[in-house]
Nanobody
Framework: QVQLEESGGGLVQAGDSLRLSCAAS????????MGWFRQAPGKEREFVAG????????YYADSVKGRFTISRDNAKNTVYLQMNSLKPEDTAAYYC???????????????WGQGTQVTVSS
């Protein structure tokens, strides 16, 4: 069994920064791709960023490229999402998830956290 727990969300103003964390427990964390998704009210859950187990491959949605940075610390079983220059349209619940291979497809991710809310005011 794998458990993922996100933290670090909150209410910020446009232009501010936040760092989200996702702590994993259970089966081996370091062998899997980890991803961040987000879901705004009334919208589909969308891919934000992904990182392979070694960190050698990182990929982002175009909407966050240049502003968000994903990273991981396998020794701590934790993946991070550094979010800079936040915009009101970044407002959403943010979820971390695990996948067995590098992918941006939501269906490929088999374990999900409960989410953490990020609200960006203008």
């Amino acid at each position: 069994q794998v458990q993922l727990e996100e933290s670090g969300g909150g209410l910020v103003q446009a232009g501010d920064s936040l760092r989200l964390s996702c702590a994993a427990s259970g089966r081996i964390f370091s062998s899997y791709t980890m991803g961040w998704f987000r879901q705004a009210p009334g919208k589909e859950r969308e891919f934000v960023a992904g990182i392979t187990w070694s960190g050698s491959t990182i990929y982002y949605a175009d909407s966050v490229k240049g502003r968000f940075t994903i990273s991981r610390d396998n020794a701590k079983n934790t993946v991070y999402l550094q979010m800079n220059s936040l915009k009101p349209e970044d407002t959403a619940a943010y979820y971390c998830a695990r996948a067995p291979w590098p992918t941006h497809r939501r269906a490929d991710y088999d374990y999900w956290g409960q989410g953490t809310q990020v609200t960006v005011s203008s």
